[in-house]
């Protein structure tokens, strides 16, 4: 049965791992002095915990625990308080359960599985983190100009946007490799996510589509037997 209060923890749950995220961020690349860090590390052990409650909420809850832990294993990386960018950017895949947890409460199991199901939003994610992660410690290793990981972060995100501000730039030939590599990475995954969400809505309106031919037909069909009828009469 739905629990009401569930349901609205889940919404206040989303927001606060939403402005977690943004602090985070900001946090990445802006250090600000030690009372910023000290408050925004605070408050992301707050959510830390938050999230574990809700997570063992649902497992206990859950009518299925095996297939349960299966999908949220690697999220669990995602609540740690860790001072790794990585594993906190492991997050988004907690969030990404947590908004489809609270659209299944709002329009039932089946059109949020089968969404996940055609784009698997959650795993994309899960492959961008690790390419990103992967990326940024090569760069930093080969890459004499980019030698800290906020540097190194910021400059593969960039590249992998496509924004190319300039402010960051590889000297040496595995350093520029590496960024062509972010790049070309980075137009699969966006390319990819459009895609994949580009086919859903046009595989709707194809089914809308076809649901109101084949009323027509079933119109015109019944019209045909009132005339046989009226004929045979």
């Given at each position: 049965?739905?629990?009401?209060?569930?349901?609205?923890?889940?919404?206040?749950?989303?927001?606060?791992?939403?402005?977690?995220?943004?602090?985070?961020?900001?946090?990445?690349?802006?250090?600000?002095?030690?009372s910023v860090m000290f408050f925004v590390r605070t408050f992301d052990i707050g959510i830390c915990i938050l999230?574990?409650?809700?997570?063992?909420?649902?497992?206990?809850?859950?009518?299925?625990?095996?297939?349960?832990?299966?999908?949220?294993?690697?999220?669990?990386?995602?609540?740690?308080p860790v001072d790794f960018v990585f594993l906190r950017a492991l997050r988004l895949i907690r969030l990404v359960h947590l908004i489809k947890q609270f659209?299944?409460?709002?329009?039932?199991?089946?059109?949020?599985?089968?969404?996940?199901?055609?784009?698997?939003?959650?795993?994309?994610?899960?492959?961008?983190?690790?390419?990103?992660?992967?990326?940024?410690?090569?760069?930093?290793?080969?890459?004499?100009?980019?030698?800290?990981?906020?540097?190194a972060v910021w400059y593969i995100i960039v590249s992998m946007t496509s924004t190319g501000y300039g402010d960051v730039v590889p000297i040496i030939i595995p350093g520029r490799i590496l960024g062509i590599v972010a790049m070309i990475g980075g137009i699969l995954i966006f390319a990819i996510i459009t895609a994949l969400i580009s086919s859903i809505y046009t595989s709707k309106l194809n089914k809308e589509n076809y649901s109101n031919f084949q009323s027509q037909i079933n119109e015109l069909t019944c019209e045909i037997k009132k005339l046989n009828e009226k004929m045979m009469g």
């Open positions: 049965m739905e629990n009401p209060q569930h349901s609205n923890y889940i919404v206040l749950l989303i927001f606060l791992t939403i402005i977690d995220l943004l602090l985070l961020a900001y946090i990445l690349f802006y250090p600000g002095d030690s999230l574990w409650i809700e997570f063992i909420y649902s497992y206990l809850h859950s009518d299925d625990k095996k297939q349960f832990m299966k999908e949220n294993t690697i999220s669990i990386l995602g609540m740690l659209i299944v409460k709002r329009n039932g199991e089946k059109t949020i599985i089968n969404f996940l199901k055609q784009t698997y939003l959650d795993k994309i994610i899960f492959v961008a983190i690790i390419f990103i992660f992967t990326v940024t410690v090569l760069i930093c290793i080969f890459d004499s100009q980019i030698n800290d990981m906020q540097t």
